[in-house]
């Protein structure tokens, strides 16, 4: 199966050892993964900010680039919310504007296509065990737009489960925003870095060394925060954790 | 809308002293937990509430996209069973109706049935600059008046007091409005209840005027429906001589049989009861029983504005249960009071932009009020899709565009303080159509990372006041990944790479 990876522009730019780490699991996993070059930004931070038309053309080259793949993984629960849940509402919207049927066409094929890396794995390639083995106490946070946008359910933590030597443990309202939303952390600043002490206190509680995630925007938010307040959490990527084993290591 | 939030500053500055406020944010929390769960346990029960909510959503839409019938409809029917039917285009028109119905029955005095439409149109102000005491008698409105207080949540217009600070306001207060608090009232949940009680029993009884608002208008009836929990509204309904109710143009449904999905959610939505503890359904007016003159004044106030937008007008199907206000972790930080207007939460942020417009600083500043995580939707008992709202509303301000404002068509202009957004969202859209550009970018960050602060100038050092940012890496992922063809062929970093971490 050759798949294409949808990095996203943050985790490109900031944190490419998570690029990384998918690209090890999948293959560990016997899929064939290829990094379409063109391939840059979704356009949430537009759509979200309110400037649809800005994120139409980042939509279209979305499109163009992924046109040709069997399946999209991408390793952020917000940046795949956006391709499944609001591409289609871009073509929609273009079409009831009189600008033709040509986006909504476009993206038909590649929406359903795409899938969080999660999703990915549990639902494409059947599997709950990925081999992995990471030796740490860990909690797991469901960001927003993975667990309302793509209804990621319990997937991550049935993976996690499955990891030898992880000791997972409950966050208290997991299901509570870190408070990051994207612009909102710099529009209303003070509810969102309230939001994020929160919840890194919440994660705090449980006695976790690791707050994982499935979204690296939400994670760099929280570990902002955890810097901050001087915690003893790490904040690390779920697909780094399942890439780890005894014999590779995360970095 | 009212007068009373005029001059209020943009959401996050109003925010920011919430936030900051250790008390309110404990009482806010502490209320706002509690009923979460409450509501999660009382929608569990139902099986089939899935369609429920989409009955609900489907009526409301049905009947908003037929407004114009429905209404006429339900005039028709009130005054059929003996009502009088008032239509008010805006605020000061409704205000000027229900006035000059109180000056025509002689009185001086009113009661009020706890009622969201009346403190949309300030009708309490109005009545008092024309020499008319109204009487709030819910419970937590009557807090918030004696407290000269402004309401924070739509169904627990006190919640952001607890119970020594509603002590001290009936001590002190009371006695100014009419009966006395009894000496050495406490601060038990019982004392207070018995002390509004007696307090209210004196206006009950006094009262030869009742105004209302209403939670539904049954078209095919003439019947309007006030749901409550305390039976105060009730007392409201049938005592006085003279019933007024003031109710949104949006609340009309077009059956009887309509009731049966709505007396369902909203209550489990709301109180997070199975039912609600009173429902009152009157009817125009009947020989021997009740009011003898009963006054509907049908309240516009911006909703045919809203009617006309075909993303925002889901705000209208709206049956005001809170249940959004309760699980947004927005409000629950900020207060009602941060948001302006007697709408406060997730819904106040959709639909005081919509019912007043974007022009004031606040109003521009609501749709920016949420991270969008979408709690209010999921729990939404009609389905309204905020967020969607949000970001449709976040566009107007942000770009302009099209509007219908008092009836009229018109093109906004963005508002102001836009400028370097709308830049930076078009340099970076340009940056992103073309790898090539990002790329440069991404060396360029790599290469000047020693020299990247840790804290941001501008825009951005509120950002960088609570939280440090992540340190930018060696390589972007694009070079890894083109460096090593994909991972095959095994290439360290091209420099250290514990910078990165
Ligand atoms: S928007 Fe929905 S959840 Fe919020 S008050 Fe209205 S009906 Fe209730």
Known sequence: MRVALFLTCVNDTLYPDTGRAVVRLLTRLGVDVDFPRGQTCCGQAHYNTGY?????????????????????????????????????????????????????????????????????????????????????????????????????????LRLLRAVKGLDLRELPGAEECCGFGGTFALKNPDVSAAMGADKVRSAESTGAEVLCAADNSCLMHLGGTMARLRTGLRPVHIAEILASTEEEPPA | MSGTFVGMPAFPEAARAAVADERLRGNLKHATHTIRAKRAAAVAEVSDW?????????????????????????????????????????????????????????????????????????????????????????????????????????LVPAIHRNRGEIRDVFRSEMKEWGRPAPEGLTDSPAELAEAARLHLREKFLRAKVGISGANFMVAETGTLVVVESEGNGRMCLTLPETLISVVGIEKTIPTWRDLEVFLQTLPRSSTAERMNPYTSLWTGTTDGDGPRAFHLVLLDNGRTDTLADDVGRQAL???????????????????????????????????????????????????????????????????????????????????????????????????????????????????????????????????????????????????????DLPPVPAEPFRDWWERTNGGRDDGAAPQDREETK
């Not at chain 2, 049956?319 to 947004?328: G, K, Y």
């Not at chain 2, 508002?415 to 440069?440: I, N, Q």
């Open chain 1, 52 to 156: 649809r038309h800005e994120a139409e053309p980042l939509a279209r080259r979305f499109a163009e680039v992924f046109g040709g793949y069997e399946a999209i993984v991408t390793p952020s629960g917000s940046c795949g919310a956006m391709v499944r849940e609001l591409y289609p509402r871009l073509g929609e919207r273009a079409r009831a504007e009189g600008r033709g049927d040509g986006l909504a066409t476009a993206l038909a094929p590649v929406v359903p296509r795409t899938y969080e890396l999660t999703e990915f794995l549990v639902d494409v390639l059947g599997v709950t065990d990925v081999g992995a083995h990471y030796p740490h106490t860990v909690t797991y946070h469901p960001t927003c737009h993975g667990l309302r946008g793509l209804g990621l359910g319990d997937r991550p």
């Open chain 2, 50 to 154: 899935a369609e429920l909510r989409e009955a609900g959503r489907r009526i409301k839409d049905h009947t908003l996209r037929h407004l114009d019938h429905y209404l006429l409809r339900l005039e028709e029917s009130v005054t059929a069973a003996g009502g009088t039917v008032h239509w008010a285009a805006d605020a000061a028109e409704a205000n000027r109706i229900v006035t000059g119905l109180v000056k025509a029955t002689g009185e001086s005095e009113v009661v009020k049935v706890k009622s969201m439409a009346t403190q949309e149109i300030g009708l309490n102000e109005a009545l008092e600059a024309e020499g008319i005491r109204a009487y709030e008698t819910d419970l937590a409105e009557l807090i918030v008046q004696l407290g000269h207080d402004r309401p924070s949540h739509i």
């Open chain 2, 317 to 467: 199907r709206c049956i005001r249960c809170s249940a959004c206000l309760n699980v947004c972790p927005v409000y629950e930080r900020a207060g009602g009071h941060a948001y302006g207007s007697v709408y406060p939460g997730p819904i106040g942020a959709i639909l005081s932009p919509q019912l007043r417009g974007t022009a004031s600083e606040i109003d521009a500043s609501l749709p920016y009020a949420s991270s969008l995580c979408g709690a209010c939707y999921e729990v939404c008992p009609v389905a309204i899709d905020i967020p969607e709202v949000l970001v449709h509303l976040r566009e107007r301000v942000a770009q302009g565009g099209p509007a219908t404002r008092a009836g009229n068509k018109v093109v906004l202009r963005p508002a102001k303080g836009h400028a370097a957004e709308r830049a930076a969202m078009r340099a970076t859209r340009w940056a992103f159509g073309r790898p090539g550009v990002l790329r440069t970018g991404q060396r360029l960050a790599a290469r000047t990372r020693w020299l990247h602060p840790r804290t941001l100038p501008g825009p951005g050092r509120a950002w960088s006041a609570t939280r």
